[in-house]
């Protein structure tokens, strides 16, 4: 079993910088491909970003060039560094990780993640 836990949400203005934080735990956690979704009110959840085993990031158009997603293996985390925001990103953001390596077309589907975080949230205001 492994759990997840995010960390670094916050309110900032259109424009800010947040950086979020997803640290793995629990027994047989290695090397396991890693995203993020997030949910805004009254929208299903979307994926935003995935790096996977190999270390290849997808990102959602919504988010690309805005947002970079990076792994440290020593430390077993992950990284979403959102840059840029603006307010339709507020939702709240969670951690995702699976074993296996989903490839880059299922990269941003939740079902291709087992293990997933309580979420934290982002608000951006205007």
């Known amino acids: 079993q492994v759990q997840l836990m995010e960390s670094g949400g916050g309110s900032v203005q259109t424009g800010g910088s947040l950086r979020l934080s997803c640290v793995a735990s629990?027994?047989?956690?290695?090397?396991?491909?890693m995203a993020w979704f997030r949910r805004a009110p009254g929208k299903e959840r979307e994926g935003v970003a995935s790096?996977?085993?190999?270390?290849?990031?997808i990102f959602a158009p919504s988010v690309k060039g805005r947002f970079t997603i990076y792994q440290d293996d020593a430390k077993k985390m992950v990284y979403l560094q959102m840059d840029n925001l603006i307010p339709e990103d507020t939702a709240v953001y969670y951690c995702?990780?699976?074993?296996?390596?989903?490839?880059?077309?299922?990269?941003?589907?939740?079902?291709?993640?087992?293990?997933w975080g309580q979420g934290t949230q982002v608000t951006v205001s205007s």
């Open positions: 790096i996977d085993n190999t270390n290849t990031p």
């Open positions: 629990g027994h047989g956690y290695s090397r396991y491909s």
């Open positions: 995702a990780a699976d074993p296996k390596s989903p490839g880059w077309v299922d990269a941003l589907f939740s079902e291709s993640y087992r293990y």
